[in-house]
């Protein structure tokens, strides 16, 4: 019954490596993000797909290759990681009410990546 | 987005009342401010939302001045379950519901 639900939790791999975390919502929202959470606590979003397209991409490395299969799954691939990919990465979902004019996220439980 | 500015930290005790203010000078027509909140090893959460004046829901109040450059976050008889990451964040519509956090207020409430 989560609402956003990624996996893996925990992730400990070596540098050089490629890894995925995967991201579903069962919520029905149209826009899905990645979110990046470093040692410093400091949230910054990565990536925004809504009905499956790419909407936004804030200048991260190209070895961060987000795929939307469908709109209610949001996977994050990374290439060749390295010590500083350290983070704890948070998918979320949102869907605005034009009515209330709202968009509240909702977001996953967040998945530490550890490289080492 | 405009920028958000709100205190690294505050202390409070069990059952006091908690405002934590924010300052957002550039606050655009368009932009809604929004509160969440993150505990340890969880995933931010809304708390609430307004555009103007006053906003009241079952956990918080948010006080919005006539010029909204600043807010307030109002916790009323806070319990130690309420130590957490505050954010104070803008939120426009046009911007795809992107959202950019600060580094948020880190609470602590003690016994």
């Known amino acids: 019954d989560t609402a956003v639900s990624q996996t893996p939790k925990y992730l400990v791999t070596q540098m050089g490596n490629d890894k995925s975390i995967k991201c579903e919502q069962n919520?029905?929202?149209?826009?899905m993000y990645w979110y990046k959470q470093d040692s410093k606590k400091f949230l910054k979003i990565m990536f925004s797909?809504?009905?499956?397209?790419?909407?936004i991409n804030e200048t991260v490395p190209n070895r961060f290759s987000p795929k939307s299969p469908d709109k209610a799954h949001l996977n994050l691939h990374i290439n060749s990681l390295e010590l500083g990919d350290s983070a704890v990465y948070f998918c979320a979902s949102s869907q605005w009410d034009t009515l209330k004019n709202t968009g509240e996220l909702f977001f996953g439980e967040g998945s530490r990546l550890t490289v080492l | 987005l405009a920028k958000t500015t709100q205190p690294i930290s505050m202390d409070s005790y069990e059952g006091q009342e908690v405002n934590i203010t924010c300052s957002h000078n550039?606050?655009?027509?368009?932009?809604?401010i929004t509160w969440y909140q993150q505990f340890p090893s969880q995933g931010p959460r809304f708390i609430i939302q307004g555009y103007k004046t006053k906003v009241t829901n079952e956990v918080a109040s948010l006080f919005i001045p006539a010029d909204r450059k600043s807010s307030t976050l109002s916790l009323p008889r806070v319990s130690l379950s309420d130590t957490a990451v505050y954010y104070c964040?803008?939120?426009?519509?046009?911007?795809?519901?992107?959202?950019?956090f600060g580094q948020g207020t880190e609470l602590s409430v003690k016994p």
């Open positions: 797909y809504n009905n499956k397209e790419l909407i």
């Open positions: 550039n606050i655009a027509t368009n932009d809604y």
């Open positions: 919520l029905g929202h149209d826009t």
């Open positions: 964040l803008l939120l426009r519509y046009n911007q795809g519901g992107k959202l950019i």
